[in-house]
């Protein structure tokens, strides 16, 4: 069931993408969220918007932005692209053959300094591409390195073509 | 000569040059690309096709289209996941280029799954403003998500009501109404959609059409526009249809910009005749354009 989402849910938006990914507060803004329990959605806001809602019984609407994984909230990938020029934080940069890597191998091993644990945005030649989940190493359990995991929605990634770049 | 089903000989009269339309049918389409403002800049989207090999040409019409010779698979590449393109035929681009939205304004697509031409709208509005995308069928709207969702689309909200039976309580500047119909357009000899058991529903699809266009025609607002478009060549789908739908005068059949390619509606078909204004609306033949064909009115609400 569909609905504007609570203060509770607006609460996690700013946590996750305005404190966690460094998207200035003034973008999320321009988007309306809704709730159906387990997603947040985003609908850019438009001056006549409040009357559309009102008028239609609606089956589905907007951008899935924040997914709930147990106690977590992960963004998704359709909504880091979207908003990828913005993230300034909580962000991977990767190389074209890196994110094969990532994409074909579901997961890559490095330590990466400047990012916390958790969820990250991955970026490619072209900016923000989706989401991965990293692990910082833990030496005292002998993982000497840290963990990079594909968080790409399996079944839109799986039969693609390689990534578009100049070595190919 | 090869036989064709009679539900594409029928329009034998129809056609100005038969044999340039039997070989165009013969013969794989090209493949159309409509690049997505939402996900890539257009010179790196240029570049990407280029690094694949591919050349491409462009149609003035439809100037977001891209007509690559030969792309096995356009659903499977990085660039498709990534939203960067639709995979949609250039006749299928032009409701959307007729009706032109701009940003800001509020539009209803009425018969909207798989969602090609509500991305297209969206990209036209620049994604400000709003955009009902409306579709009867539950597993065609999940469609119509998924393809909003891959390409980015920030400005659309779903809903499931009978075109005919859409509600009055909100008015709209633009409606589409992409209506369903038999299909002879996607007929080809090899490789086409068209699927002959759909043809012969003909004057159930005209009623059907009649009612989602007569819809259209009182929740636009007046002065507002609708586009009514078809991807089959029967009268009785087309021209029949608009016809009926302008008998009170209420409204008034707008001429088509400059330069597209096709012919004017026709003005009588099997004993019947169509007011002469019919012959603002366009006919989209597959050997005038290299694409699917398609029919397309554009209807101005006059109160």
Same mark, same amino acid.
């Given at each position: #069931?569909?609905?504007?989402?609570?203060?509770?849910?607006?609460?996690?938006?700013?946590?996750?993408?305005?404190?966690?990914?460094?998207?200035?507060?003034?973008?999320?803004?321009?988007?309306?969220?809704?709730?159906?329990?387990?997603?947040?959605?985003?609908?850019?806001?438009?001056?006549?918007?409040?009357?559309?809602?009102?008028?239609?019984?609606?089956?589905?609407?907007?951008?899935?932005?924040?997914?709930?994984?147990?106690?977590?909230?992960?963004?998704?990938?359709? *909504?880091?692209?979207?908003?990828?020029?913005?993230?300034?934080? /909580?962000?991977?940069?990767?190389?074209?053959?890196?994110?094969?890597?990532?994409? /074909?191998?579901?997961?890559?091993?490095?330590?990466?300094?400047?990012?916390?644990?958790? %969820?990250?945005?991955?970026?490619?030649?072209?900016?923000?591409?989706?989401?991965?989940? %990293?692990?910082? +190493?833990?030496?005292?359990?002998?993982?000497?390195?840290?963990?990079?995991?594909?968080?790409?929605?399996?079944?839109?990634?799986?039969?693609?073509?390689?990534?578009?770049?100049?070595?190919? | #000569?090869?036989?064709?089903?009679?539900?594409?000989?029928? %329009?034998?009269?129809?056609?100005?040059?038969?044999?340039?339309?039997?070989? &165009?049918?013969?013969?794989?389409?090209?493949?159309?690309?409509?690049?997505? +403002?939402?996900?890539?800049?257009?010179?790196?989207?240029?570049?990407?096709?280029?690094?694949?090999?591919?050349?491409?040409?462009?149609?003035?019409?439809?100037?977001?289209?891209?007509?690559?010779?030969?792309?096995?698979?356009?659903?499977?590449?990085?660039?498709?996941? #990534?939203?960067?393109?639709?995979?949609?035929?250039?006749?299928?681009?032009?409701?959307?280029? &007729?009706?032109? +939205?701009?940003?800001?304004?509020?539009?209803?697509?009425?018969?909207? *799954?798989?969602?090609?031409?509500?991305?297209?709208?969206?990209?036209?509005?620049?994604?400000?403003?709003?955009?009902?995308?409306?579709?009867?069928?539950?597993?065609?709207?999940?469609?119509? *998500?998924?393809?909003?969702?891959?390409?980015?689309?920030?400005?659309?909200?779903?809903?499931?009501?009978?075109?005919?039976?859409? +509600?009055?309580?909100?008015?709209?500047?633009?409606?589409?109404?992409?209506?369903?119909? /038999?299909?002879?357009?996607?007929?080809?000899?090899?490789?086409?959609?068209?699927?002959?058991?759909?043809?012969?529903?003909?004057?159930?699809?005209?009623?059907?059409?009649?009612?989602?266009?007569?819809?259209?025609?009182?929740?636009?607002?007046?002065?507002?526009?609708?586009?009514?478009?078809?991807?089959?060549?029967?009268?009785?789908?087309?021209?029949?249809?608009?016809?009926?739908?302008?008998?009170?005068?209420?409204?008034?059949?707008?001429?088509?910009?400059?330069?597209?390619?096709?012919?004017?509606?026709?003005?009588?078909?099997?004993?019947?005749?169509?007011?002469?204004? &019919?012959?603002?609306?366009?006919?989209?033949?597959?050997?005038?354009?290299?694409?699917?064909?398609?029919?397309?009115?554009?209807?101005?609400?006059?109160?």
């Amino acid at each position: #069931m569909l609905s504007s989402a609570d203060s509770t849910e607006l609460k996690i938006i700013r946590d996750v993408l305005v404190e966690r990914f460094g998207i200035p507060a003034r973008v999320m803004e321009e988007w309306l969220v809704f709730s159906t329990g387990s997603v947040l959605w985003g609908l850019r806001d438009a001056p006549d918007l409040d009357e559309a809602l009102e008028a239609f019984k609606i089956e589905r609407t907007g951008l899935p932005l924040l997914r709930r994984v147990g106690d977590n909230w992960k963004p998704t990938t359709v *909504a880091l692209q979207v908003l990828g020029k913005y993230v300034s934080k /909580s962000l991977v940069q990767l190389s074209g053959e890196d994110l094969d890597r990532l994409l /074909s191998d579901a997961a890559i091993r490095g330590t990466i300094t400047d990012v916390d644990q958790g %969820y990250v945005a991955v970026a490619g030649p072209d900016g923000v591409a989706g989401c991965a989940l %990293y692990l910082e +190493p833990q030496a005292e359990e002998g993982k000497e390195e840290g963990l990079l995991l594909s968080q790409f929605p399996k079944a839109r990634w799986q039969s693609f073509g390689r990534y578009i770049r100049e070595d190919q | #000569m090869i036989e064709l089903p009679r539900q594409i000989s029928r %329009y034998r009269e129809l056609v100005d040059d038969w044999d340039a339309f039997v070989e &165009i049918i013969q013969r794989p389409l090209p493949t159309d690309l409509r690049w997505n +403002p939402f996900a890539v800049k257009r010179e790196r989207f240029e570049e990407a096709l280029k690094l694949q090999g591919m050349r491409w040409t462009r149609l003035d019409t439809s100037p977001d289209l891209y007509r690559v010779e030969e792309m096995p698979g356009p659903g499977l590449t990085w660039a498709y996941h #990534m939203g960067w393109y639709h995979p949609q035929g250039f006749t299928s681009t032009l409701p959307a280029v &007729i009706l032109d +939205p701009q940003p800001g304004t509020n539009v209803l697509d009425l018969c909207a *799954a798989p969602g090609g031409k509500t991305s297209q709208l969206s990209a036209r509005m620049m994604g400000h403003g709003v955009i009902v995308a409306n579709d009867i069928n539950y597993n065609r709207i999940s469609i119509l *998500a998924a393809n909003v969702e891959r390409l980015g689309v920030p400005n659309v909200l779903m809903t499931r009501y009978r075109g005919e039976n859409f +509600p009055e309580r909100f008015t709209f500047d633009h409606v589409l109404v992409d209506a369903p119909c /038999s299909g002879e357009g996607t007929y080809m000899t090899e490789g086409g959609r068209y699927r002959e058991d759909e043809a012969d529903a003909c004057d159930f699809m005209s009623r059907t059409q009649l009612g989602i266009l007569r819809k259209a025609l009182k929740i636009v607002r007046p002065g507002g526009t609708v586009l009514y478009s078809t991807c089959t060549y029967a009268p009785e789908q087309n021209e029949a249809v608009v016809s009926a739908a302008i008998e009170d005068r209420q409204v008034e059949i707008i001429q088509m910009p400059e330069g597209l390619p096709g012919e004017p509606g026709i003005d009588r078909w099997e004993g019947n005749t169509f007011p002469v204004e &019919i012959k603002r609306t366009r006919r989209f033949w597959p050997h005038h354009t290299n694409s699917w064909g398609f029919y397309c009115a554009l209807l101005r609400r006059l109160n």
